[in-house]
């Protein structure tokens, strides 16, 4: 039974937090974690949820986690940042629901490597939960054209898996006679030396091309010497075709000697379009999207947006991915504790800043301009479905268009083994 339906094991369950820094995990009736966070005082900041009249300070997203929460258990840490990195590597691990910052519409693809196979797949997918902890993300990704042409590039360039299961059961297909694949299926090469491959291809999407191109190059000039010629021409076409991605594919930027992301964000008084420009050497290497729920939020509190943003992503990355410095649009809430976390990821130092003046306030006014066009297609998106729930609701003959639609739908074999699914719309929208 929910916390919310017991108030005298939910006041008990309050006394026994600690007044210390830690993490804090809530849990459904099933025993699923709900959500993950921390705090600097855990008592302080669980108690927040269930004051009376809280849940309007609350988003609606977080009143509904609120209701479902069953039980409550905290873990205690020495200081605020070791609470931080241990919220990073719990989310990571549980992935829960509610912890997710964007809105669950599907709407930016990821990357996905499937490390916890044998044979790795590399695929491009919109649902990142209930994957395993191996498996790494990358993303999400604004441009789904962009990404699909370099995952189709990439799959040109390195002999990959190319399928999710075998096509023969006693022999490999027309991808291994052309070099398009190493033949996995019938183990033609080693699951070791495949995970080494596929290593060099997440460089790719990690934005490190420039450091791929020098150990290719340094590895054709290996084979050279040791008069491998065949093996040195496989790796020159790789070089080739890095190099054609590169060229084409990514705009350059000025400051061609520093590495940086660049985190901005265009809101209205409902959602908020956060966009992450990734630049390793002064070339834009990736360009990621996040929406997140702006209801009732000022903006002096857009900094605590992109605090989430910075959390949520840097903790699903390698540590080689965090770049020496982040451009953001506002301060954050917590700026030094951050600094010092991604300091700690990263092993050399992070420099976080908002920029005031050109060069690098150009930069932030750039991902502005394109999270305002994201924003406004969000909003054209929404002005769509208040439409066609206004005409539901004259067909109905409703006196107010549905804010929630709930569908049910229930199979069984004749009388037993009863299955039934819920599907929910709010405003309009699939809630997932």
């Known amino acids: 039974m929910p916390l919310l339906q017991q108030p005298q094991r939910l006041q008990q369950r309050l006394k026994d937090l600690p007044s210390e820094p830690g993490c804090y995990l809530m849990r459904d009736g099933d025993d ?83 490390w916890s196979e044998p044979y790795p797949r590399i695929f491009i997918t919109r649902q990142r939960r209930f994957r395993k902890p191996l498996d790494r993300f990358y993303g999400p990704y604004v441009d789904v054209g962009l990404l699909r ?68 190059q340094q590895k054709m000039e290996s084979y050279a010497e ?28 000025g400051d061609s000697s520093v590495s940086r992301d660049v985190i901005a964000l265009a809101a209205d008084d409902r959602v908020a379009a956060v966009q992450l420009f990734q630049m390793r050497a002064g070339k834009l290497v990736g360009r990621l999207g996040y929406t997140a729920d702006a209801a009732g939020m000022p903006e002096s509190d857009w900094g605590l947006i992109l605090q989430r943003v910075v959390e949520e992503h840097y903790s699903q990355v390698e540590s080689v991915e965090i770049p020496p410095e982040v451009l953001l649009h506002y301060p954050l809430p917590q700026q030094s504790l951050i600094e010092t976390w991604l300091s700690e990821q990263r092993g050399r130092r992070v420099h976080l800043a908002v920029p005031q003046r050109a060069p690098k306030l150009e930069l932030i006014e750039l991902v502005v301009r394109n999270a305002s066009y994201e924003l406004q297609r969000a909003q054209r998106a929404s002005e769509q479905n208040l439409l066609a729930l206004e005409d539901l609701a004259q067909l109905l003959e409703l006196a107010n268009p549905p804010r929630r639609i709930e569908g049910y739908d229930i199979s069984h074999i004749q009388g037993s083994d009863a299955v039934a699914s819920q599907v929910v719309f709010i405003d309009g929208l699939p809630a997932k």
């Open 226 to 253: 040791r008069l491998d010629f065949e093996a040195a021409a496989l790796v020159r076409d790789q070089l080739q075709g890095l190099d054609s991605l590169t060229t084409d594919q990514k705009m350059s930027l």
């Open 149 to 216: 042409r370099t995952l189709a590039l990439v799959k040109r360039v390195f002999p990959l898996r190319q399928r999710p299961q075998p096509l023969y059961r006693d022999r490999t297909c027309l991808n291994y006679d052309i070099g398009r694949c190493p033949g996995v299926c019938q183990q033609k090469i080693s699951s070791e030396d495949y995970h080494n491959s596929l290593r060099q291809v997440a460089m790719v999407f990690q934005g490190r091309n420039d450091e791929l191109l020098q150990l290719l």
């Open 32 to 114: 699923r974690i709900l959500y993950i966070g921390k705090a600097k005082v855990l008592r302080n900041r669980v108690r927040s949820y269930f004051q009376a009249g809280s849940a309007h300070g609350h988003s609606p997203r977080i009143t509904l986690m609120v209701r479902q929460v069953c039980e409550i258990e905290f873990i205690v840490t020495d200081t605020e940042a070791e609470a931080l990195a241990l919220e990073s590597n719990l989310i990571k691990n549980h992935q829960p629901h509610f912890n997710v910052l964007l809105k669950d519409d599907k709407k930016y693809p990821y990357l996905c490597i499937a």
